[in-house]
Structure formats: structure tokens, C-alpha cells
């Protein structure tokens, strides 16, 4: 068992936080009704709270959602953007609600550059110049419209109410902070929120969040509107363009807009649709390069057979797989309204088994990207594009952002992850308001030409990948983790545990994670080097990053033939994370 977990910090420091013995135990519950899971207690309460006040699985994600922005402000909330995947069970279909942050119409391609070099990564996460245009009000908004039955003012009752009473900061909180204090200083209204005389806040400490109350109380009485062109969105474009400095500080300004605000628009997009072994794989399309990514592993997967052989080469498999689909990300995927990617290609079956051919005994270095345009299968596409570079960049970013899942009695579905990028975003609070700003325009590759250029009204590529998975039409199991482009990882490493490695939900969730994204090495976690299975690995030539990290903070859900589920959370990452069912069974 862990003792300790290595968390990154955003300004170059470490931090060794020693995870208490106690939170080894999965967060597991089966029973009957609707079910959560999420990585925070009072979200998950938040979301059961509006099932039982007979709610569907949207009200009740938006609910935990708007209490995970007050529980847990450094990964997540509506200073931010996110994806969110629906089953809805009347009409058997899965829709996606991308609302992904976009570049303000300032954006131009150079906008990281000076002298034609990249600016520094640091001093633009810590920015308004990092900051896209927040979407998950407006996210939040098309969900309840469309496949809510509530409304703002019922699903945002129970954030209100934390934000307003208080939560008691957390050993995860606290050492999240302390990472972040160097960024958090810059900033007058974030250090008045979040630090006492420069320091993080000791655990126990009681934060309430009245700017945020107040926010999401203009939003229950306003609507969507309140956020994009009343008040705050002034305040937003403000903190944006003049960020809200303490004294002495600096940072780079944005150039955002209230029409950039008034013109943010989600996206109701068909879900990426992918088949492994007799399962139907629903992930996120484009510009989250999740689903696809996800779905070429798997497809690159489905020619072993990994049940019949050893875990040692399954999880070898596993690992090269990921390379390769990982090449292939970084080269072609990106925002589709800007960039046409040959995902038909990607995806096909054809491509898997030319890509898994490449797969030897022993582990790959790094690995070109492959020409999908060959299996594209689209007359309109005679010429090859040659494979943008592949970013050299690996950062760490284990598990910023959030993921939850809910379903309802109805058997309506959600698997949902959103973010406000790094921990604490630009690190800017939006005076009056208590949310912190995204810095998600660090996700655009600084340097073209690549397809993931920022461009003004583009979203930048996302590694997010809620998933629900079906098998005979009927849901199955979703899964969802944070952490950057680790998430892509986790998700994969956790279908590939629970369907051929026969794991049950909760031992797919807590085995340790392996994150192989085409780097000089792969990513684990604290444990795993030195212990027999990363011996015998390493004997195949598979090599481990310095410095192990946590990955990762999955949720999922398991629904029995039956009509039971089970809700799955994590049992040490992140500290511990929170399932409910709204009747108990076995
Ligand atoms: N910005 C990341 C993405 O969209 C999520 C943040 C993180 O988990 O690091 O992929």
C-alpha cells in the first residue's frame, strides 16, 4: 500500500503529502434508484439532495457540479468549461454538451510568442492572457433546457448553501493551495479568499465563498444571461484585461471582450461512437481529443487476445497501444471547426490493425505518427498533410479538473468532466464574485504551425474523456477521470482493467496507473517502481518518469443486468472521493 503521494507543483516546487491510512477503502455502493459518484462529499450529497427531490441525472450532475465549484475551486468550476456526456434512456441515445472555453476574437496564432519564441509557459498559465472564455454556465444552461427538468434556481439550492455556511478545508485543499501560493500572491482577491498572510489556509479552517453565493444566486435569478452580459460578465472582462493584481505584482493582461461573453455558445454535438469486444464506447469528440484517442487504443487493443495471456504482456500491450494512439493525437487532432482531422481514418478498424502491426516484444521509443489519410476513405481528401510535429512539451498535469457521474431512477445517465485547466486556473478570482478564471488557452500548442494553434473563437484541444460505455443497447459502466492528458490514460487503463483483465470496478479504479503518451518515458505512480510487476515490465524495456505522481481521480458507474448499480469513487486519490445510491441494496 502508498503511503505517500508526489503531488507537481504549478510554480516548480514538490510537495510530499502523506495520504491518510484510513482513505484506502473504495468508495463503493449498490443499490437501486439513482446513483453518484464524485470526488467530494457535499457534491455528492448536493446531487443525491435534488435525485430525491425527484430531479433527473442532469439536474442532479449540474447540481454536484455548482458544489464541486465550491468544494473544489483549484480544478474546477464556471470560470471554467468541460464536457458532458447524456444516455438519455427514453429516447436511447447519447448526446454530448461540449462547452469547451473559447480563444477571445484578440486571439491571433503569435499570441504566445515573442520574437517568434514561445513565452514562457508559467508566466502564462499565471495570466489573463491564458484565460478562453468561460462555458459552463452557459453548459450548464443547454443541459437543464434541453435534458433537465429543473431549473438554476432548484440545482443551484444546495451550492448556495455550502458557499454560504462554509466547508472545512481539506489536507488535498490545503497542499493544493500551498502549491499554488506563489500564484494565488499575485492576485488581491484570490490571496483575500484563499490565503491568511500569504499562506495557505491550515486544514479545518472554515471557508465560506459569499462572492460565489452571490454569483450563482444572479445566475438562479437571471439565467444564462446574468452570466454573459450582465455584471459579472463586466467584472470577468475586467479581471481579464486589468487583472486584479496585489501590490507589487505582475502579470500578463488578456484582451477579452463583453461581446466575446455575449457570443460564447455551447455545442450539442453526436458523441464519438466506437464498438471493443461487443461494447458500444460513447466518448467526446473533437476538440477534446478523449473519445478519440480512447477509441484507437481500443481498437488497436481488440486484436490481442488478452485474457488468454499474462497480465505482464496485456499491460505491455496496453502501453504501446496508448504510444501509438497518442502519436497520432498529437499530430492530427484538434478544435473541428478550424481543422479538418481525418478522424474517419483514425478510427477505422483498418488503421488499428496497420498501427498494431508496429507493436514488437519489447517497448517502442518514441513513435511516429501514422497516415490515417490512407484508411480516410474519402475521395475529397487527395492530399496528405504531413503529420504536424509532435509536441515536445510532456507537462504534468495528473489530475487537475473533476470528473462525476450520476443516473437516475429512469435510467437517464450523465458522465461529466469539467475544469478550469491547471490548479487555480490563471490563478485570478474574479473580484466580487469568488470564482477563479480558467487558464485553458495553454492548451493550444504556443509554437506552430500545428493544428492546435490558437486562433481567435477556437477551443483548444482538450485530453477530457467522459465516457459511457453499452453493451446489448443498455448502458453499462461510464468512467471519467481528471488529469490532463493522463486522463486519456485512466480511462483507457480502466476499461482495459475492468473488460480483459476481468477486474471489478473498484480494483480497476485503485490499481496503479500507468500513463504511457509517446514521451521518453512512461508516467506512474508513487509505489509502482521498484515493485515486481515495473521489474518485469522494465525487463521488456518500458521505462518510468522520475518523480511518480498520483494520477488521476476517476468515477464511475456499474449497471447490473439486474437494475441495481454500483457507484465507484476513489479511495486515495485526491483524498477520497464520495458514491451514494438512493436506496441501499447489497
Ligand atoms: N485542460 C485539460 C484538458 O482539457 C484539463 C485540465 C487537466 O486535467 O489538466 O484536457
Same mark, same amino acid.
Not at 502 to 530: H, Q, Y
Given at each position: ?33 439513482g446513483?453518484v ?5 457535499p457534491a455528492s450529497q448536493a446531487a443525491m439532495a435534488i435525485l430525491d427531490q425527484g430531479g433527473n441525472a442532469v439536474d442532479a450532475a449540474v447540481a454536484a457540479a455548482a458544489t464541486l465549484g465550491v468544494?473544489? /475551486?483549484?480544478?474546477?468550476?464556471i ?5 458532458? !456526456? ?32 514561445? #513565452?514562457?509557459?508559467?508566466?502564462? $498559465? ?6 478562453? $472564455?468561460?462555458?459552463?454556465v452557459?453548459g450548464w444552461h443547454e443541459a437543464l433546457q434541453r435534458y433537465g427538468s429543473m431549473e438554476f434556481r432548484q440545482v443551484l439550492a444546495p451550492a448556495i448553501a455550502v458557499a454560504e ?14 502549491? @499554488? ?27 465560506? @465563498?459569499?462572492?460565489l453565493a452571490?454569483a450563482y444566486r444572479e445566475i438562479a435569478a437571471g439565467g444564462v444571461?446574468a452570466f ?12 481579464? @484585461? ?21 457570443? +460564447? ?13 461487443? +461494447? ?37 500491450? +496496453? ?12 499530430? +492530427? ?13 483514425? #478510427? ?22 501514422? =497516415? ?34 450520476v443516473?437516475d431512477k429512469d435510467?437517464n445517465?450523465v ?25 485553458? !488557452?495553454?492548451?493550444? =500548442? ?19 474523456? /467522459?465516457?459511457? $460505455? ?26 482495459? @482493467? ?10 480497476? #479504479? ?13 508516467? $506512474? ?21 522520475? =518523480? ?34 438512493q436506496?441501499?441494496?447489497?
Amino acid at each position: 500500500m502508498r503511503n505517500a503521494l508526489l503531488l507537481a507543483c504549478g510554480l516548480g516546487l514538490s510537495i510530499v503529502l502523506h495520504a491518510p491510512p484510513a482513505a484506502a477503502r473504495t468508495p463503493l455502493a449498490t443499490g437501486t434508484g439513482g446513483a453518484v459518484a464524485t470526488i467530494s462529499e457535499p457534491a455528492s450529497q448536493a446531487a443525491m439532495a435534488i435525485l430525491d427531490q425527484g430531479g433527473n441525472a442532469v439536474d442532479a450532475a449540474v447540481a454536484a457540479a455548482a458544489t464541486l465549484g465550491v468544494t473544489d /475551486p483549484f480544478s474546477c468550476g464556471i470560470g471554467g468549461g468541460g464536457f458532458m !456526456l447524456v444516455y438519455l434512456a427514453r429516447e436511447q441515445r447519447v448526446i454530448t454538451i461540449d462547452h469547451r472555453e473559447t480563444a477571445p476574437a484578440s486571439v491571433t496564432p503569435a499570441v504566445f510568442l515573442e520574437h517568434g519564441k514561445p #513565452l514562457d509557459f508559467e508566466t502564462v $498559465v499565471a495570466s489573463g492572457a491564458a484565460v478562453g $472564455v468561460p462555458g459552463t454556465v452557459r453548459g450548464w444552461h443547454e443541459a437543464l433546457q434541453r435534458y433537465g427538468s429543473m431549473e438554476f434556481r432548484q440545482v443551484l439550492a444546495p451550492a448556495i448553501a455550502v458557499a454560504e455556511k462554509g466547508f472545512q478545508v481539506t489536507e488535498i485543499f490545503h497542499h493544493l493551495t500551498s502549491q @499554488n501560493e506563489r500564484k494565488f500572491q499575485l492576485y488581491a482577491p484570490t490571496s483575500a479568499l484563499y490565503l491568511r498572510d500569504g499562506k495557505a489556509l491550515p486544514p479545518g479552517t472554515l471557508v465560506r @465563498n459569499p462572492g460565489l453565493a452571490r454569483a450563482y444566486r444572479e445566475i438562479a435569478a437571471g439565467g444564462v444571461k446574468a452570466f454573459y452580459e450582465g455584471p459579472i460578465a463586466r467584472a470577468i472582462v475586467e479581471a481579464v @484585461n486589468r487583472p486584479p493584481l496585489a501590490p507589487g505584482a505582475r502579470a500578463l493582461a488578456g484582451r477579452m471582450s463583453l461581446a466575446d461573453l455575449a457570443n +460564447y455558445e455551447a455545442r450539442i454535438r453526436p458523441p464519438l461512437r466506437s464498438s471493443y469486444r461487443g +461494447y458500444e464506447v460513447f466518448g467526446m469528440p473533437l476538440p477534446s481529443s478523449g473519445g478519440a484517442t480512447v477509441a484507437e487504443a481500443l481498437n488497436i487493443l481488440e486484436g490481442f487476445e488478452l485474457r488468454r495471456m499474462p497480465r505482464l504482456q496485456a499491460e505491455h500491450l +496496453y502501453l504501446e497501444a496508448s504510444r501509438l494512439a497518442f502519436a497520432d493525437r498529437n499530430a +492530427y487532432l484538434a478544435d473541428p471547426e478550424y481543422v479538418d482531422a481525418p478522424l474517419a481514418g483514425l #478510427l477505422s478498424k483498418d488503421f488499428a490493425a496497420a498501427r498494431r502491426k508496429l507493436i514488437g516484444p519489447r517497448a517502442a521509443r518514441t513513435v511516429a505518427a501514422g =497516415d490515417p489519410y490512407a484508411f480516410q476513405d474519402d475521395p475529397s481528401i487527395p492530399l496528405r498533410p504531413r503529420p504536424a510535429r509532435t509536441g515536445a512539451r510532456l507537462q504534468r498535469e495528473n489530475a487537475h479538473t473533476t470528473h462525476l457521474t450520476v443516473s437516475d431512477k429512469d435510467g437517464n445517465v450523465v458522465s461529466y468532466t469539467f475544469t478550469i485547466e491547471s490548479w487555480g486556473g490563471s490563478g485570478i478570482v474574479v473580484p466580487g464574485y469568488g470564482f477563479l478564471l480558467n487558464n485553458e !488557452l495553454t492548451d493550444f =500548442d504556443f509554437g506552430g504551425p500545428h493544428p492546435n494553434v490558437p486562433e481567435a473563437g477556437k477551443r483548444p484541444r482538450s485530453s477530457m474523456a /467522459p465516457t459511457i $460505455v453499452l453493451k446489448d443497447g443498455k448502458p453499462a459502466f461510464t468512467i471519467g477521470s481528471p488529469g490532463g492528458a493522463t486522463i486519456i490514460t485512466t480511462v483507457l487503463q480502466t476499461i482495459f @482493467n475492468h473488460l480483459d483483465l476481468g477486474m471489478p470496478m473498484d480494483a480497476a #479504479l485503485n490499481a496503479p496507473r500507468l500513463s504511457e503518451r509517446n514521451g521518453a518515458a512512461t508516467s $506512474v505512480e508513487p509505489g509502482f517502481p521498484g515493485s515486481p510487476a515495473a521489474r518485469a515490465l522494465e525487463r521488456l524495456g518500458h521505462r518510468w518518469e522520475s =518523480d511518480p505522481e498520483e494520477i488521476g481521480a476517476a468515477s464511475a458507474l456499474v449497471f447490473h443486468p439486474d437494475g441495481s448499480v454500483t457507484a465507484v469513487s476513489e479511495g486515495r486519490r485526491h483524498g477520497v472521493g464520495t458514491a451514494l445510491v438512493q436506496r441501499k441494496g447489497h
